[in-house]
């Protein structure tokens, strides 16, 4: 240990961090050792974003590990802080421990004199407050496999103490987990302490792999449905909580972790841990919708807040859009349950509720949509309730030319899109759009595609083409083009947008509409496919066949593009628009199509449908072409 008083004799100003010199460092040391406990605890938080920051270590970190060991043992506040910094400092990929390269790194730096330290230490797991002692815990594990021989005994023997005889089950659960890190195994399993017994369980099916095994699947339904309230405050290695661990565990058998889910919420959801789980899954493993909701409409009476009856009902919203594609329709009772809630006079659950029941193609939406028609339920309904097209059309008219702005301009320009040849009658309130610059882009596009070409609307593409937005500048121009069948001023327009730098993908992706009538612009799109950046490469690649409707040199450069991932997903799309596979492509498409898994993830309040479903229907597409390709 090193005390205040030696702070001067390391060179802090050659050392760095994660902003630069690390000359703040000593003062930020000494403040530890204030009266004032603010003061502590915001030279705690300065630590954490210089000598560790978002994961990382620095050149200073290691040389701050001995005043930190002395802070903890002499400092009046925030002993069981500064042990967590100590232990989040030497957090390390145990596989990264590789002579003579590991010593050279600062975060192997950083665990040499965290060992060096730990016989001081080691009196906190005897501290009277808990926090102290659970802290300390987490500093044992962070290095338990690097300590040496002679040490690692005493270590040992005090652990097993503390899992013995501590007082608080929650100290003895986490000793049970740092033993086991030393490869030490416990009775745990019989512990008469659901804590115990749970962090036993959870080892023991880690170790197993799924599937799990039942009756260890049955101590964790039993055990787990409380959480434990010190969670967040001790992170593990890798800055997750045993509530992450439980979760990512769980998840990786959906079988067990919706049975788990299921018990947890008969338990009463407490801390929505088993929507939370029931949610992990339906985003890991396809097809598992139906039975993840049935789950939220049974955990919904025990969400014990709106904001939180308001989480499950967008998780609910979102995935039951999905299952008409799998065939399936919503039960009654989910539909009477969505119904209730929207009708429900608290704003905060409501509004999610509604948008559920009209992604369920519920038929008494449309009416609720119509009392409070905001912007996204428009959008909605008019996916959704076709037979309101004549109600829903003057409500999206009347949001337009009150002055939406923004993305309620755009929801609402969106949702005239599936409503067809009528919502021509938005045209005054599109036009307005593109006048005062309100979602300009997507008017220009539906003044464009809607095919009525009027002296103002023609004039106000026109104009539109020579604004400062290039995305605008493209749509307006290929509106133009629309309406007039003038390609003269697109073609101009698309050949200043390209020569001009930034992200130019955006801009080709406008080119579909022209077709062949872009090809005078085929010198400024075919140098794009060797591209570094893979979106403009995909873009030129999709420009390239719209013009030419040659797949052939497409073809290669979708077909590199093509992954599990947004560009990957789009890439796939293109390449079904030609009709070709390269075989070599297929042992991916099958994977694709067939993994119980979903390869692409996406958040429960992201928008329409599912990329991962996407992928999997364009992959199942993709299979069913042909084989004469290359």
């Known amino acids: 240990m090193r005390s205040p008083a030696e702070l001067d004799r390391v060179q802090w100003h050659a050392l760095t961090h994660a902003y630069g010199p690390a000359e703040d460092v000593p003062e930020l040391i000494s403040a530890l ?110 290095v338990a496999e690097l300590l040496p021989e002679d040490r690692r005994a ?113 338990r009463g959801d407490i801390g929505s841990r088993g929507s939370w789980l029931a949610e992990a899954i339906a985003e890991s493993w396809r097809d598992r919708e139906p039975a993840v909701l049935d789950l939220l409409l049974e955990a919904l009476p025990h969400q014990t807040s709106s904001r939180t009856r308001a989480a499950r009902l967008r998780t609910v919203g979102h995935w039951i859009e999905r299952l008409p594609e799998l065939g399936l329709a919503p039960g009654h009772g989910l539909r009477d349950t969505l119904h209730r809630y929207a009708t429900d006079a608290d704003e905060v659950t409501a509004g999610p509720a509604l948008l559920a029941l009209v992604n369920s193609r519920d038929p008494r939406a449309l009416e609720l949509v119509l009392r409070r028609p905001g912007p996204r339920l428009l959008e909605a309904a008019a996916r959704h309730c076709p037979e309101g097209t004549d109600r829903l059309i003057p409500e999206i008219r009347r949001a337009l030319a009150a002055g939406a702005t923004g993305n309620d301009a755009i929801a609402l320009v969106r949702a005239l899109e599936p409503l067809g040849a009528g ?95 872009a090809a005078p612009l085929l010198p400024l799109v075919e140098p794009r496919l060797e591209a570094r950046h893979e979106w403009t490469r995909l873009a030129a690649a999709e420009a390239l066949y719209w013009i030419t409707q040659s797949p052939d040199r497409v073809v290669p450069v979708l077909a590199e593009l093509v992954g599990p991932t947004p560009v990957g997903l789009r890439a796939l799309g293109a390449l079904a628009a030609t009709g070709r596979v390269p075989e070599g492509l297929r042992p991916t498409l099958r994977a694709y199509a067939f993994s119980p898994r979903r390869l692409i993830h996406d958040g429960p309040v992201s928008g329409q449908g599912h990329p991962d479903d996407e992928l999997r229907t364009l992959a199942r597409t993709l299979l069913g072409v042909g084989a004469g390709a290359e």
């Open 154 to 266: 005493e270590v040992v023997a005090r652990l097993d103490e503390i899992y013995a005889n501590d007082p608080v089950p929650a100290v003895r659960a986490d000793a049970v987990v740092v033993l086991a890190r030393f490869g030490r195994g416990t009775a745990a399993a019989d512990s008469p302490l659901p804590e115990v017994r749970l962090a036993a369980a959870l080892l023991a099916v880690a170790r197993s792999g799924p599937p799990y095994p039942a009756d260890l699947v049955d101590v964790i339904a039993e055990d787990g449905a409380e959480p434990d309230p010190g969670d967040d405050e001790f992170p593990w290695s890798g800055a997750t909580t045993q509530e992450d661990r439980l979760r990512h565990v769980l998840t990786e058998d959906p079988d067990a972790g919706l049975r788990v889910a299921a018990r947890w919420i008969r």
């Open 423 to 517: 919502a021509r009658v938005a045209l005054p309130e599109l036009v307005e759009c593109l006048r005062t610059r309100r979602a300009a882009v997507v008017a220009a596009r539906w003044l464009g595609a809607g095919g009525v070409a009027t002296q103002e609307t023609v004039d106000l593409v026109a104009d539109a083409t020579r604004s400062s937005d290039p995305a605008l500048r493209a749509a307006a121009a290929v509106a133009h083009h629309r309406l007039t069948g003038d390609v003269g001023l697109c073609l101009r327009t698309f050949e200043e947008v390209l020569s001009g730098s930034g992200q130019t993908h955006w801009y080709l992706g406008a080119l579909e509409p022209l077709g062949s009538a």
């Open 33 to 142: 050792y204030q009266d004032d406990e603010e003061a502590v605890d915001e030279a705690i938080y300065e630590l954490y974003g210089n000598i560790h920051h978002q994961g990382s270590v620095y050149p200073a970190s290691a040389p701050a590990v001995p005043f930190l060991a002395h802070a903890v043992r002499h400092a009046r506040f925030k002993r069981a802080e500064l042990l967590m910094l100590l232990a989040i400092l030497a957090d390390h990929d145990p596989e990264a421990v590789d002579p003579p390269h590991w010593q050279d790194t600062s975060v192997g730096a950083v665990c040499t004199a965290l060992c060096q330290e730990l016989p001081e230490l080691l009196c906190c797991l005897d501290d009277t407050e808990r926090g102290v002692r659970r802290a300390a815990l987490r500093v044992v594990a962070a």
